[in-house]
């Protein structure tokens, strides 16, 4: 593997400042929120989102490992990781709106006493910087698909502003990574087929410990952790929501990161498949339950 750092492209200082203007929890409008509109199921997933994007500067952290040599990267790793956590700090104040009860910062330390990411890594779990950032848009792209879904789905106005400013930021943090991967790819080159393997790998990680332990932290009631019980709570919940465009959009800019046609035989394939996957998924989890 080439440990060099990629060229300087004419756009790095757009890149180290891609993040401007953001949003604040200032700019959402609370005084609008609607008790009477607040969905149960969707409240367990917001519980459960706010968790993970608190965890933001975890992954800075690991990303500044994996590119100890990127300066610029590392820089702009460190203001995304700042707009995750703005996220979980959105979705958590949100939720104890919705529900008094729900103590956000106590969840997060149990969260955090539960999951932690593989923090002493010096190299990319995904076995390359290339395949690092390939994951990166799979998880950028499969959030603001989630996000577009729940904002769909909500009809309490609060959350439907915040989870719109969230996928929007997730599909920016998309076109950062994709960036960033290119570079790479320049100098380290990685084969269509190995980022496809690391991009389907990825996505098949959505049913691992992270969102699972999440979801028990924020939802749980003292009982000890199950992941195959959490993974099914969350997942009978929150795949409902997707639509089918939104999982085609979804497909074809994962595609897109490997190197495949957006729109080709594969997407169509894939997008099939995944819509499939979703609601057979729920139906078997709500005949079980
Ligand atoms: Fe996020
Ligand atoms: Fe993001």
Redesign the pocket.
Known sequence: MVRGTPARHANDQRLRHPLKKHWTLDDIPWGTFDRSKVDPDLLKLVKAAAMVEKNGLDYAAYLGRVFPDDAAFRQVAER?AS??VQ?GNALGRWAMLADPTFDFDLAFGRFREGYRLPLDATQSVRGSRAGELVARCV??VG?SSYYTSLADAADEPVLKEICRNIAA??MR?YSLFYTYLNRYLETEGLPRWQRLRVALSRMAESEDDELAYAYYAANGEGEPYNRKRCTRAYAARAYRYYRAPVIERGIAMTLKATGFKPNGWLARTLSKAAAYFMAYRQKRLIEAA
């Open positions: 995304w707009e995750e996220h998880v950028e959030t930021d997730e943090h």
